[in-house]
């Protein structure tokens, strides 16, 4: 019964998506649906070219416009995004297979911008494609050819001058392209599924050596680990994460998972469910990005989680911006009420750390303190620091 139900609101969504995508295009116009949740539109009958591009541009907007709207299926709303791709005869091709492969670019172009946008289809583009394509292929062979690796970001606390841990960073050493920085291929990871795979990689990895600098001495350290999107939906992922921490002998204190803010709105009965799962297990809970996405501050009472991170691009220019540091203090001052502690990430320059350090911000990381390092660095980094031996202080 669930399963027809969902079926039929599907077909629902479906029939509804095309009615509006009919009444967005003129008669003469095509409507047909290409597969799955993908529409194919035919413009025709134009008389100049500078006619064919406004026209397009204007229904474009129009069905992101009706598109953005919500649709009332079985007394519930559901929200959809946009992406489209156009191809124009005979510039983008001459022939329909042409057009139709030329416009799928597009409208793949248009989904790396965030979707709910268009985009015109460019010669430009299809050298992303194949670079991407390229990109894909050599991906499903890094993790068997061993060319992945983790590097490593210091977790300053700054009250105290002092390492607490480090930030577990995916790199990709390329046999040709040398190495590819994360923002290239993890987009492609998360969208063929191959991030779940690279995923557990890193949490054994990291957490292996989170082991190695225990067994060294450094007892106190911690290891925060990222978890994509589709990791963190995983029915398993509390007993995947238990299972990672008894295989290495680690106290659940000592990792500390982060979740961006846009993974955690996605599905919030879910969410809410799965991030008390992990708290019971004892391992911190981390809140990436915080400030970037589009969550409600209300909601963080919702939410049982330990630390938010406050981007980058609130602390850039927090000593020049008034508005950034309202909302960083705003931000400071809530987790301190909610007994949350707070991270501060990008962190630059001395001032930026002794701003923030007087703010009662507890943590940072940055390029001030330290580059991402590769594991044997580490220790000597953690041995070595030291504000006065840099002859500043905070």
């Known amino acids: 019964m669930l399963l027809l139900s969902v079926i039929r609101i ?43 591009t406004l026209h397009t541009a204007e229904i474009a907007q129009n069905i992101l416009s009706e598109l953005t709207k919500s649709f009332d299926l079985s007394s519930n709303k559901f929200m959809t995004t ?109 969208e063929t599924g191959l991030i779940t795979g690279i995923g557990d990689w890193v949490l054994h990895n990291a957490c292996q050596q989170l082991k190695r600098w225990h067994e060294a001495g450094n007892t106190s350290l911690k290891m925060s680990v990222n978890l994509s999107a ?22 659940p204190r000592y990792l500390e998972l982060e979740i961006t ?4 709105m996605k599905n919030m009965s879910q969410t ?3 991030l008390k799962g992990l708290q019971h297990l004892g391992v911190t809970i981390s809140l990436d990005d915080f400030g970037t996405g589009y969550s409600s501050l209300t909601y963080l009472k919702q939410f049982p989680v330990n630390v938010l991170k406050i981007d980058r691009s609130f602390i850039r220019d927090i000593l020049e911006e008034n508005d950034d540091k309202v909302i960083v203090n705003s931000i400071i001052a809530i987790a301190q009420h909610m007994g949350i502690n707070i991270i501060t990430e990008g962190i630059e320059h001395l001032e930026q750390a002794n701003y923030l350090k007087n703010q009662g911000c507890q943590f940072g990381q940055g390029y001030f303190f ?10 000597f980094t953690v041995n070595n620091f030291g504000f006065e031996s840099k002859d500043y202080h905070l």
Request: charged letters at 25%; proline letters at 4%; aromatic letters at 8%.
């Open 370 to 379: 330290a580059m991402p390092c590769v594991a044997e660095e580490c220790l």
């Open 82 to 190: 946009t992406s489209i791709g156009v191809a124009f005869f005979p510039k983008d091709g001459h022939s329909v297979a042409e057009l139709m492969k030329n416009a799928d670019t597009a409208m793949y172009h248009a989904k790396e911008q965030g979707r709910n946008n268009y985009q015109c289809y460019s010669d430009d583009m299809r050298e992303q494609a194949l670079t991407r394509s390229t990109l894909e292929n050599d991906l499903r062979s890094a993790l068997e050819n061993q060319e992945l690796v983790l590097y490593y970001q210091p977790i300053v606390n700054l009250q105290t001058s002092e390492i607490v841990g480090f930030e577990a960073l995916i790199r990709w050493r390329h046999p040709k392209r040398g190495l590819i920085p994360p923002d290239l291929f993890i987009p492609i990871a998360e």
């Open 261 to 264: 803010e846009t993974v955690i």
């Open 230 to 251: 589709r990791q963190f939906m995983q029915h398993d992922l509390v007993e995947a994460v238990n299972h990672v921490l008894a295989l290495y002998s680690l106290e």
């Open 10 to 52: 599907k077909f629902s969504l479906l029939q509804g998506v095309a009615k509006r995508l009919q009444n967005c295009v003129r008669e003469s116009d095509t409507v047909s649906r290409f597969g799955g949740d993908e529409f194919m539109i035919v413009l025709s009958d134009f008389e100049d070219e500078q006619s064919i």
């Open 272 to 274: 809410i469910k799965m």
